[in-house]
């Protein structure tokens, strides 16, 4: 292989193609097919291919419960719900997430509060919480960004002692674990997204995870069909039988027979990321250094989705002039992962705010745009990451490709340096005209 870069004409150095994704077999297609012909398409309650799929997801993570929905947005706005989020409350979560995590917190009539990230990490600082808990603050959403495990232990002490719920974003991070635990069973409520790019799919969908039957049933009163409402037992929530939120937060059978099939295979496919991932990663440890992965906890296994490392490069060089060339020798990298949420026009305008969500409430809290430079280890994780592709079939050749084009471009940084722009020569008698 030449050693001149895609980027300047040379050959790709991965030349194998990644597998098609969602990894779907014939029992995601047969399971589909079942439930066209059995005409239960759409299920007002809890049926046959629901209540497989809700009882499969409660076995696998050993809950108590488990209840599926239309999408792991909706499963984040139900579960604070459950915890008794509502108008005039504040929720702490970290804007280095999806924007769901983000924008449930509204939906459920709360604040968010953005937190900044431990130093180091893409996970919330659990001292943040205890700087930014205040009165009207009811609960934290911890998100396992990237399908790493969050440090869940000093926050949880953080977010018991503020008598905070903590709710487990676990999208990401589907068969990980924490020291020895299922992420999503360690907080109050634990929420999964089942989107066409996570670790298992459905197409769309999610569920959530509790050992409180209060919760569970609290969860289903925002979105879930007046025949599951009939359902409702306790006295707290038996009013809501009558009439409730009727988001529409179910999911679609065919949906939950597609998902029970993947819940199956999900411990072989991560597996094989798992695999794939320590060849990547062992080989350039010791060839590219200033590539570093990020930490998993001890005793703790991560899930997989968009796999990421931090770029400490110490020169000239920057993060995404290395990705660009990256990309150009075939290697599906990206830089960042999410917008910067906060610096949207949704979160500093609140003219534009204010037409989904209350800017304040009666309770005196409100949302308040964040000033640049607040969140300033956020900014650093952000301007730091790299994302790589890790495919849910073990391929040795294409990983070697992928390592060799790393090492590529690292081989070459010399040549990815951007001198700044030559001044035009006639700058200075133009600024005289």
């Not at 001149?4 to 194998?16: R, S």
């Not at 924008?103 to 180091?120: E, L, N, Q, S, Y």
């Amino acid at each position: 292989m030449t050693d001149t870069l895609a980027l300047f004409g040379g050959p790709k150095a991965v030349t194998a193609a990644m597998p098609p994704y969602p990894a779907i077999g014939h029992e995601e297609v047969a399971a589909a097919v079942k439930v066209l012909m059995s005409r239960e398409v759409s299920d007002c309650g809890r049926g046959t291919f629901v209540a497989e799929m809700e009882d499969a997801c409660a076995a696998y993570f050993g809950a108590k419960y488990a209840l599926s929905f239309s999408s792991g947005t909706a499963a984040l706005h139900s579960a604070l719900f459950a915890v008794g989020v509502g108008p005039g409350d504040e929720v702490l979560t970290t804007p280095n997430t999806w924007i769901s995590g983000i924008t449930a917190i509204a939906h459920a009539g709360a604040v968010p509060v953005f937190c900044d990230v431990k130093p180091g990490t893409v996970h919330l600082d659990p001292a943040e919480i205890a700087r930014k808990a205040g009165p009207h603050t009811k609960a934290v959403i911890v998100t396992h960004l990237w399908g790493i495990p969050a440090d869940l232990d000093p926050i949880l002490r953080a977010a018991r002692a503020a008598g905070l719920a903590v709710i487990e974003d676990a999208s990401h991070a589907h068969g990980g674990t924490y020291k020895g635990r299922l992420l999503g069973t360690i907080g109050d409520i634990g929420c999964f997204s089942l989107q066409g790019s996570k670790a298992i799919v459905a197409g769309e969908g999610g569920f959530m995870l509790t050992r409180s039957k209060l919760w569970y049933e609290r969860a289903i009163v925002p979105g879930h069909h007046g025949r599951r409402l009939g359902m409702l037992s306790l006295k707290s929530t038996r009013p809501f039988s009558h009439a409730a939120g009727l988001w529409t937060y179910r999911i679609a059978p065919v949906a939950a027979a597609i998902a029970t099939e993947q819940l199956k295979k999900l411990d072989a496919l991560n597996a094989a990321r798992q695999a794939n991932f320590d060849r990547l990663a062992r080989r350039l440890r010791k060839t590219v250094p200033f590539i570093r992965w990020h930490r998993v906890p001890p005793r703790s296994r991560r899930g997989w989705y968009g796999t990421p490392a931090f770029y400490e490069y110490p020169g000239p060089v920057s993060r995404d002039r290395f990705v660009e060339a990256c990309q150009a020798e075939g290697l599906g990298v990206w830089g960042a992962g999410y917008a910067d949420w906060p610096r949207t026009p949704l979160f500093q305008d609140m003219s534009l705010y204010g037409q989904l969500w209350p800017v304040r409430h009666g309770s005196g809290a409100a949302f308040t745009p964040v000033p640049d430079g607040a969140l300033p280890n956020t900014d650093r994780t952000r301007a730091e990451t790299i994302l790589f592709p890790i495919p849910a079939v073990e391929l040795p050749d294409l990983i070697d490709q992928m390592a060799s084009a790393v090492e590529k471009v690292a081989g070459a940084m010399g040549r990815l340096r951007q001198p700044k722009p030559a001044r035009p020569r006639n700058a200075r008698r133009r600024r005289r005209e």
